[in-house]
T-cell receptor, first 113, second 111 residues
Framework: DGGITQSPKYLFRKEGQNVTLSCEQN?????MYWYRQDPGQGLRLIYY???????QKGDIAEGYSVSREKKESFPLTVTSAQKNPTAFYLC????????????FGNGTRLTVT | AQRVTQPEKLLSVFKGAPVELKCNYS??????LFWYVQYSRQRLQLLLR??SRESIKGFTADLNKGETSFHLKKPFAQEEDSAMYYC?????????????FGEGTQLTVNP
């Protein structure tokens, strides 16, 4: 099944620890995105990347970091600076950033206690 | 700045009834609008986009620039339409285009 793979599906961490969420795509898409999904708030953009070795902050980048060393991979690190990290995280990719439809992964549910 | 508003968090209709999911947007340029859908236990996926002017699964959406709206409509709802629906806008920022989503509307079609 080609597409976008996010792992793990569920992740539990103690407060104060950094945690990295994996996102891999085999669609040969240039652009990749990280969204956070909270009930009643829709999807909010954390970071996005249009090309390898380049990325931009989205609307809620504080407390998060990303890297884009390979075209197929766009890992998201939730740092201890993120004040409310417990959420559902969605990774997506698209052929390009101009009006290209997004293809989403299945998501990772992160719980921080 | 670009913004998408979906005023109804929950919408419940009976099978066979018409359904309209509302979406309003705010954007200074020329927007590209989309509807995404998430069925239970499935990943979020594109339903339709306004530039295609197509009907998908009986759903249509017309961009009304005067009212800054992109409402999703279906004349006869089916139980399998029950899902979470997100309206989204693609607009240019300083670093290329980005997709902004609304808060989502959970549609329930009752038998």
């Amino acid at each position: 099944d080609g597409g976008i793979t996010q792992s793990p599906k569920y992740l539990f961490r103690k407060e104060g620890q950094n945690v990295t969420l994996s996102c891999e795509q085999n669609l040969n898409h240039d652009a990749m995105y990280w969204y956070r999904q909270d009930p009643g708030q829709g999807l909010r953009l954390i970071y996005y990347s249009q090309i390898v070795n380049d990325f931009q902050k989205g609307d809620i980048a504080e407390g998060y970091s990303v890297s884009r060393e390979k075209k197929e991979s766009f890992p998201l690190t939730v740092t201890s600076a993120q004040k409310n990290p417990t959420a559902f995280y969605l990774c997506a990719s698209s052929i390009g950033t101009d009006i290209s439809p997004l293809h989403f992964g299945n998501g990772t549910r992160l719980t921080v206690t | 700045a670009q913004r998408v508003t979906q005023p109804e968090k929950l919408l419940s209709v009976f099978k066979g009834a018409p359904v309209e999911l509302k979406c309003n947007y705010s954007y200074s340029g020329s927007p590209e609008l989309f509807w995404y859908v998430q069925y239970s236990r499935q990943r979020l996926q594109l339903l339709l986009r306004h530039i295609s002017r197509e009907s998908i699964k009986g759903f249509t959406a017309d961009l009304n620039k005067g009212e800054t709206s992109f409402h999703l409509k279906k004349p006869f709802a089916q139980e399998e339409d029950s899902a979470m629906y997100y309206c989204a806008l693609s607009g240019r920022s300083g670093s290329g285009s980005r997709l902004t989503f609304g808060e989502g509307t959970q549609l329930t079609v009752n038998p």
